[in-house]
């Protein structure tokens, strides 16, 4: 079965750094474009970055400038490097296709996602 497992959130300060990183498995998705996508407390789900097949990097204004997504399609795997971090960053952060569930991961497909807690 095809899954997507992000790792590599945890608590930091304003201002601090984090690297969160997505594995994927069962499936050869380099020929998708891959999604980093957050949801807080009591708000939707948003798109924060879109990476292509090729490692070009989109990214939501709110995130613009300090996130950087990539990826490594030979390790099945894509990163999102966070800088100058918010509080308002604060969320549990998901990666999947963009657009999401493409593919052997199915329409309804999310999986455990990674909590990132900005605080002082």
């Known amino acids: 079965q095809a899954q997507l497992v992000e790792s590599g959130g945890g608590l930091v300060q304003p201002g601090g750094s984090l690297r969160l990183s997505c594995v994927a498995s069962g499936s050869d998705f380099s020929i998708y474009a891959m999604g980093w996508y957050r949801q807080a407390p009591g708000k939707q789900r948003e798109l924060v970055a879109a990476?292509?097949?090729?490692?070009?990097?989109n990214y939501a204004d709110s995130v613009a400038g300090r996130f950087t997504g990539s990826r490594d399609n030979a390790k099945n795997t894509v990163y999102l490097q966070m800088n100058s971090l918010k509080p308002e960053d604060t969320a549990i952060y998901y990666c999947?296709?963009?657009?999401?569930?493409?593919?052997?991961?199915?329409?309804?497909?999310w999986g455990q996602g990674t909590q990132v807690t900005v605080s002082s």
């Open positions: 990476i292509t097949s090729g490692g070009r990097g």
């Open positions: 999947n296709t963009h657009p999401p569930g493409l593919g052997i991961l199915g329409r309804d497909y």
